[in-house]
């Protein structure tokens, strides 16, 4: 089983944030599979199916996103998944918008959902899939995060969240190494 996990906030004023990445490409994700996040569980919204033959979870914590490794660790733990079996998809300061880059450990790098996961794990040894969201000079990070794509920057994004669709449905059926040799540098 695979846990697949879009770090967002909940909540109409979060929507199509920079921070609420990950959401964004769970929600597409399913769309494009047919399938409805409907289901419910401790501070959480999921739905479970099957791609290439694996039982699949797509989660998005209802959780403030600093608070996401509560809501990941319960899944671990109530669907008995190997954190080898986990990925995380966040929003990156450090990479260009239109850019993403796929982990197999490492550093929350400043960001404070995977500081939350990485205390709940007790590890940072978990897969990412980092999604840039570029920086600005001008606002301060947090407001950064917290504010909404302009047109034209929704429209790159748009185009790579289907990209990152497909490295999805291949980070269930590959080994991490061969997805990071085949997608990472083609970003």
Do not use: W
């Not at 597409?28 to 047919?34: F, I, N, P, R, V």
């Not at 850019?99 to 995977?114: D, E, I, T, V």
Request: with cysteine.
């Amino acid at each position: 089983m695979k846990l697949i996990v879009g770090l967002g906030n909940p909540g109409r004023e979060y929507r199509n944030t920079r921070h609420n990445t990950g959401f964004m490409v769970i929600d597409y994700l399913a769309e494009s599979l047919g399938i409805k996040i409907i289901k419910k569980r401790k501070g959480s919204l999921y739905v479970e199916t099957n791609l290439n033959g694996e039982k699949v979870i797509l989660l998005k914590p209802q959780h403030y996103i600093n608070l996401s490794g509560e809501v990941i660790a319960d899944f671990i733990n109530y669907f008995k998944i190997d954190i080898k079996d986990i990925l995380i998809i966040n929003d990156d300061l450090d990479l260009k918008l239109g850019r993403y880059k796929l982990k197999s450990q490492g550093s929350s790098a400043g960001h404070n959902g995977l500081k939350n996961i990485e205390q709940c794990l007790g590890t940072n040894e978990y897969k990412r899939l980092k999604v840039g969201v570029s920086s600005s000079n001008t606002i301060d990070a947090k407001d950064y995060v917290l504010g909404r794509f302009s047109k034209e920057e929704k429209e790159i994004m748009e185009k790579l969240i289907v990209k990152l669709k497909d490295i999805i449905i291949d980070f269930v059926k590959m080994d991490f190494l061969s997805l990071m040799n085949k997608y990472n540098g083609n970003s």
